[in-house]
């Protein structure tokens, strides 16, 4: 199957998305999602879209040993990158998935996560109709999606800055994982998947980073734009540049000091 260019996380990604954007846009998420699920008894875990497995270590590290997790990417760069994170013996498998049509048998998994990942699913109807397949009866889905443009700053100022170097088409990158945030349809998609007991809780953390220009080299590098740029023509160290200098005249140069906003949902199988 053929994808869109802006979920391809390959290459060079993985190592710029972990280092730059991990401990400032998505660790404090992580540690949100798995303080949800510490204190279970779960014999396995599935997570959807584990990236470079900011979210999988910290499972890790929370449920018992004999907790089975399975993590699961569409881009194996990703999860490759995040493999040197464990030990061997840890008790996590590995496997390339696609969450619109999840590679296990109907009731697989006690517990299911997804961390910023059901915004890039093109079929987010069937995404939410698979979690609730593999789960079995008691299971948890659990998944996080960013709010607005307006919430998270720095996502707006990312996207427009990047746009304005492109006389037409600029990259629509920034526009997924900000664009699916509508309680009211991600309600509905849930419980027409046949989830109960379907809860959300928005929340606001701090946002900070080393310097603007580390942020920046994340927010271009750390994802499928930076790519495109150099596709079409443009230095991705010039947008970089760019972007930094908006966020520095905003949140400081180093560090840099602000906010984001983010919807947790969790929803019941029985």
Same mark, same amino acid.
């Not at 996380?9 to 660790?27: K, S, T």
């Not at 006690?110 to 979690?131: H, L, N």
């Not at 998944?143 to 600029?170: K, L």
């Not at 929340?203 to 740029?229: D, H, I, M, Q, Y």
């Given at each position: 199957m053929?994808?869109?260019?802006n979920?391809?996380f390959?290459?060079?990604?993985?190592?710029?998305?972990?280092?730059y954007?991990?401990p400032?846009i998505?660790?404090?998420?992580?540690e949100?999602l798995v303080?949800?699920?510490?204190g279970?008894?779960?014999?396995?875990?599935?997570?959807?879209?584990?990236?470079?497995?900011i979210?999988?270590?910290?499972?890790r590290?929370a449920?018992?040993a004999?907790?089975?997790?399975?993590?699961?990417?569409?881009?194996?760069?990703?999860?490759?990158f995040?493999?040197?994170k464990?030990?061997?013996?840890?008790?996590?498998?590995?496997?390339?998935?696609?969450?619109?049509s999840?590679?296990?048998?109907?009731?697989?998994?006690?517990?299911?996560?997804?961390q910023?990942g059901v915004?890039?699913?093109?079929?987010?109807?069937?995404?939410?109709?698979?979690?609730y397949?593999?789960?079995?009866?008691?299971?948890? =889905?659990?998944?996080n999606?960013w709010?607005? +443009?307006?919430?998270? @700053? *720095? %996502?707006?100022?990312?996207h &427009?800055? #990047?746009?304005? =170097?492109?006389?037409?088409?600029?990259?629509? +990158?920034?526009k997924? @994982? *900000? %664009?699916?945030?509508?309680? &009211?349809? #991600?309600?509905?998609?849930?419980?027409?998947?046949g989830?109960?007991?379907?809860?959300?809780?928005?929340?606001?953390?701090?946002?900070?980073s080393a310097?603007a220009r580390?942020?920046?080299?994340?927010?271009?590098?750390?994802?499928p734009?930076?790519?495109?740029?150099?596709?079409?023509?443009?230095?991705?160290?010039?947008l970089?540049?760019?972007?930094a200098k908006?966020?520095?005249?905003?949140?400081g140069?180093?560090?840099v000091?602000s906010?984001m906003?983010?919807?947790?949902?969790?929803?019941?199988?029985?």
């Amino acid at each position: 199957m053929e994808h869109d260019r802006n979920v391809l996380f390959q290459g060079a990604v993985p190592e710029n998305y972990d280092r730059y954007l991990g401990p400032v846009i998505f660790e404090p998420w992580a540690e949100d999602l798995v303080l949800r699920l510490a204190g279970k008894k779960y014999e396995r875990v599935l997570e959807i879209a584990c990236g470079t497995g900011i979210v999988t270590r910290r499972l890790r590290d929370a449920l018992p040993a004999t907790t089975e997790i399975v993590a699961t990417d569409l881009n194996p760069d990703m999860f490759e990158f995040a493999k040197p994170k464990f030990r061997k013996g840890e008790n996590v498998m590995w496997q390339q998935g696609d969450a619109s049509s999840l590679p296990f048998p109907n009731c697989s998994f006690d517990a299911a996560v997804c961390q910023f990942g059901v915004m890039f699913v093109p079929d987010k109807a069937a995404a939410m109709r698979e979690s609730y397949r593999v789960l079995c009866s008691g299971g948890v =889905f659990l998944f996080n999606v960013w709010d607005s +443009f307006e919430a998270n @700053p *720095f %996502g707006q100022i990312a996207h &427009t800055t #990047i746009a304005s =170097f492109f006389d037409h088409d600029p990259p629509g +990158f920034y526009k997924i @994982p *900000f %664009g699916f945030h509508d309680s &009211t349809v #991600i309600r509905k998609l849930l419980q027409d998947a046949g989830f109960e007991k379907i809860e959300s809780f928005s929340e606001t953390k701090p946002c900070r980073s080393a310097s603007a220009r580390e942020f920046a080299t994340g927010l271009v590098r750390g994802n499928p734009v930076g790519g495109e740029a150099t596709e079409r023509g443009v230095d991705p160290e010039e947008l970089i540049d760019a972007v930094a200098k908006r966020i520095a005249e905003r949140f400081g140069a180093a560090p840099v000091e602000s906010t984001m906003r983010a919807i947790v949902w969790q929803a019941m199988k029985f």
